[in-house]
């Protein structure tokens, strides 16, 4: 399998925008939704925090998951960010062609 879906978090959508913009940008990314108004209850440092974020929800080339690992920690303001990878199985053919041929 060769492409790939991306979850991140981020603390705002200016931010969350700021990053898929960037990365859409770089051609790291085909496309990047967003999806607002998520509320994330997480451990961090042994405290527990209950924080809105956005969630943002990225389409790739697994290739290029190394690159995209690497603008996310340079982009974000989080000390960790969010940035796991799975993988598409299966899909429209356009679809996935659109994903590929809109990244490098």
Known sequence: MRHII???TAPSE???ARIAKALVGKKLVACVNMVPKLR???RWKGKI???PEVLM???S?????????KELKKLHSYE??????????DGLPDY??????STR
Do not use: H, R, T, V
């Not at 996935?96 to 041929?101: G, P």
């Open 57 to 59: 929800i990225m389409k």
């Open 40 to 42: 994330s209850i997480y």
């Open 80 to 89: 960790c960010p969010e940035s796991i990878a799975m993988d598409i199985a």
């Open 61 to 69: 080339q697994k290739k290029l998951f190394g690159q995209i690992k």
């Open 96 to 101: 996935l062609k659109w994903i590929y041929d």
């Open 49 to 51: 925090f209950d924080e």
């Open 14 to 16: 200016k931010e969350a």
């Open 6 to 8: 991306i979850f991140s």
